[in-house]
């Protein structure tokens, strides 16, 4: 994902950024998570329509965890082991869960604990993008 662009370049061309500050507040067991942006264009050099970076940025599967709900990772019985994520972490998380909102212009995604499948040391470690085939 080194060639991705920045997820405030293909929302908006001031380039909005979030502080913690500015975030909404979280009920129960949400994480607040921004999608990590895709690439510009494919990897034989095809520039991608901005309708088709706007339908497959929810498909992506990673995003930054901005924000985590007052109890959430609070249930013992399903965490014996404490959260698995934390504010800052890269995480996945599956393709058609959350519910997807704009928030000041930044598309976002609001998912419950469990819904996170697993923490990335670095996002470019899964590339959504990557050809299998190479």
Same mark, same amino acid.
């Given at each position: 994902?080194?060639?991705?662009?920045?997820?405030?370049?293909?929302?908006?061309?001031?380039?909005?950024?979030?502080?913690?500050?500015? &975030?909404?507040?979280?009920?129960?067991?949400?994480? &607040?998570?921004?999608?990590?942006? /895709?690439?510009?264009?494919?990897?034989?050099?095809?520039?991608?329509?901005?309708?088709?970076?706007?339908?497959?940025?929810?498909?992506?599967?990673?995003?930054?965890?901005?924000? /985590?709900?007052?109890?959430?990772?609070?249930?013992?019985?399903?965490?014996?082991?404490?959260?698995?994520?934390?504010?800052?972490?890269?995480?996945?998380?599956?393709?058609? /869960?959350?519910?997807?909102?704009?928030?000041?212009?930044?598309?976002? &995604?609001?998912?419950?604990?469990?819904?996170?499948?697993?923490?990335?040391?670095?996002?470019?470690?899964?590339?959504?993008?990557?050809?299998?085939?190479?």
């Amino acid at each position: 994902m080194d060639k991705a662009i920045d997820n405030g370049e293909w929302i908006t061309d001031e380039g909005v950024k979030l502080n913690k500050k500015d &975030l909404p507040t979280l009920p129960a067991y949400h994480v &607040l998570i921004r999608p990590v942006s /895709i690439r510009a264009k494919t990897k034989g050099g095809v520039y991608l329509p901005d309708k088709v970076k706007d339908d497959v940025a929810y498909l992506t599967t990673i995003g930054k965890v901005l924000k /985590i709900g007052e109890i959430a990772y609070k249930d013992t019985t399903k965490f014996p082991n404490g959260p698995w994520c934390s504010e800052g972490d890269y995480v996945c998380y599956g393709k058609h /869960i959350g519910q997807k909102f704009v928030f000041k212009g930044v598309k976002l &995604l609001l998912v419950y604990d469990d819904q996170i499948i697993m923490k990335l040391d670095n996002p470019k470690d899964l590339d959504t993008t990557y050809n299998l085939s190479n």
